[in-house]
């Protein structure tokens, strides 16, 4: 059961099976699609253009309850047994032991009481590995120079470009595929030399990744399966 629970051109709060969910509604002048997240138990955020109706989030809403009602039990129990840490892209179900993390054939081992810390600092490590020899690899194939490279965990971005030409990566961006994370790469490299998000600016990430706008849409379809 799906219902609003204040009627109103602006839609506040809704009712699936007996949980009421807060909305938080984002309305982008350049949106084509309707993007939603779910971060904090019971509350959904959703981002679209600015005349999308009212009938048609509830009709979006409404196509994803099953995976609101799951990824709202995940956030209240992170890292159960039988679901998915994700790698390069790859699913790797959770077992739990009392050893060390170890990713193997398809699973993930890892100790319950620590869940949380030892997968972070499995993405810390495996970013740490990774990560700057594609950028390297992007740097040098773009004509472009950095002066710094810094690695911090983050819920929403994945990356970030200071003024300064510092670059930062989310040690996140390694549950992505090795072509998203390219491009992630690719388009904070691209703020060395815009530092925005222009024409000028798509123009030069299209020269390097062509399908750019594709990645970016495969990107923000596979956030919605990414739950720990």
Request: glycine share 4%; with cysteine.
């Amino acid at each position: 059961m799906l219902e609003f629970l204040f009627p109103s051109s602006q839609i506040s709060s809704i009712l699936i099976d007996d949980i009421s969910f807060e909305i938080k509604h984002t309305k982008r002048k350049n949106m084509k699609r309707i993007v939603m997240r779910i971060e904090r138990q019971n509350e959904i955020r959703i981002s679209s253009a600015t005349g999308i109706s009212r009938k048609r989030i509830h009709a979006f809403i409404c196509a994803q309850k099953e995976w609101i009602l799951s990824r709202n039990r995940t956030l209240e129990q992170p890292f159960l047994q039988g679901s998915v840490l994700y790698h390069f892209g790859q699913e790797h179900i959770i077992e739990y032991h009392n050893g060390d993390f170890q990713l193997h054939e398809g699973h993930v081992f890892i100790n319950p009481v620590n869940a949380k810390k030892h997968s972070d600092d499995f993405y810390k490590s495996s970013a740490r590995r990774y990560l700057p020899e594609r950028i390297e690899y992007w740097r040098e194939k773009m004509g472009l120079c950095f002066s710094g490279l810094n690695f911090r965990l983050a819920k929403r971005r994945w990356g970030s470009c200071t003024a300064k030409g510092v670059i930062t990566l989310n040690p996140y961006v390694m549950k992505l595929t090795p072509t998203m994370i390219d491009y992630v790469i690719v388009h904070e490299l691209a703020h060395l030399r815009h530092l925005n998000h222009s024409k000028d600016f798509y123009a030069l990430v299209e020269e390097f990744v062509p399908d750019y706008k594709e990645v970016q849409m495969q990107i923000n379809e596979f956030s919605l399966k990414i739950i720990n």
